[in-house]
């Protein structure tokens, strides 16, 4: 027979027990402390004296309101904000249904499959240090990977079976996702740039843009919230209308389509211009918007998936709304075709890909008949396809992995925030 080891008698539970008994029947030791406040005139009341007796509410009993509640706002034709004629209305969850071919007729503009010139002559010397590159690699992970917030994530729907509810999984919001991967790309461009062009830019954050604008006889206005806006104390250098000859280009026919199909109409609005930066600060000229496109933030009328065309659209029509409110404050509220084209760089993304345009903005005259006034002068936008962060990021097999990194996002990155 083997001897086991000792066991000791007195269970641990029941120790725990006991131990709070006899703690709890201790004498509070006398500090001195009421004998010092007696000594300087301080009155020492017994705490039971001042508790009132505990009332039993009757639940039945209505509860008498003190004062008047503020009367509920009637949405009828006695509201302040009330316009006889309507306002097609387009705001951040907005998306248009036939995407860019839309926005090119909503906007007047030409559409180029490639960036400028310019841009690309730069694109093509640009060469990003390795150490900056490893660097920005460690930089995604942590900001998707490694960051301690746990949310509820978004939901997660089958096409095949739209009421099938999938469990809910915890991890970073894609608002904090975006944000985070956009403050890295900035700081590694700062970084590779140096404070010479640095210097140069102010970043602000959830600025709001409102511009009003009519077409054909319809209001339209365009009230959209920028996530990061750069500016820059010089304005970019716009492009040479005669080099690139937009009205040379005819706009895309999407007839039966109505170019303000799916933006919503009210009849509430306020109709007015409003660019977020005093015109007499150094840093007021606008240089690129940086925009979040998280499938939780926009959403089609008809509830179906919202498209890259689509979301590539929504890039384009924020674009046109920092330029042409940076334009209505130079140049006035009447101002038609612009005296100086105003240049806007566009990066957007959910975090995982990227889009980068360019938009110039050179008439505010948005009828564009063929052979008319406005297409003599059209706006340009230039796009780049989607680029994809990486295949993969997350753990796999407990260990955090990035896989097949792109570092053409981190090129063009620095590319924009180089641009004078």
Known sequence: MRFSAVLLRQHIGFHFKKHWIVQGKRVPAETGAQAELAARGIPVVDPNELISERRVVD?????????????????????????????????????????????????????????????????????????????????????????????????????????????????????????????????????????????????????????????????????????????????????DNSVYRPQDQSLPDIHPVKETVTIPTTHFYEWQNEYPISRQYRFSHPHTVLLHCSPDSVANMFETPVTDDQKEARAMIKAFTVAAARARQLYGEDVQALPAPINVQVVQTDSHWFHFGIFQLNTLNLKGEEGGPSSQSRNLWFRKPRMDLYSECGYRVGKPALVDYNREVLRHMAVFYGSS
């Open 59 to 239: 639940p039945s009993q209505r509860v008498q309101v003190v004062g008047q509640l503020p009367p509920e706002v009637q949405l009828d034709e006695n509201h302040p904000l009330y316009k006889r004629e309507q306002c097609y209305l387009y705001r951040d969850r907005n998306v248009l249904l036939e995407g860019v071919r839309q926005a090119q007729v909503l906007l007047n503009t030409v559409v180029y499959d490639e960036l400028p010139l310019r841009v690309e002559e730069r694109l093509d010397k640009m060469k990003i240090p390795t150490p900056l590159d490893r660097s920005m690699q460690q930089s995604v992970l942590a900001a998707l990977v490694f960051d301690t917030e746990q949310v509820k994530t978004a939901l997660v729907k089958d096409p095949e079976r739209p009421a099938f509810k999938f469990p809910r999984v915890y991890g970073i919001s894609n608002e904090k996702r975006n944000r985070l991967i956009l403050s890295k790309l900035v700081t590694h461009c700062e970084r590779f740039l140096g404070p010479e062009v640095s210097s140069n830019r102010k970043i602000i954050a959830n600025t709001q843009f409102i511009v009003p604008v009519t077409k054909d006889l319809d209001r339209i206005q365009f009230s959209l919230k920028v996530d990061s806006f750069i500016t820059s104390t010089a304005p970019i250098k716009p492009l």
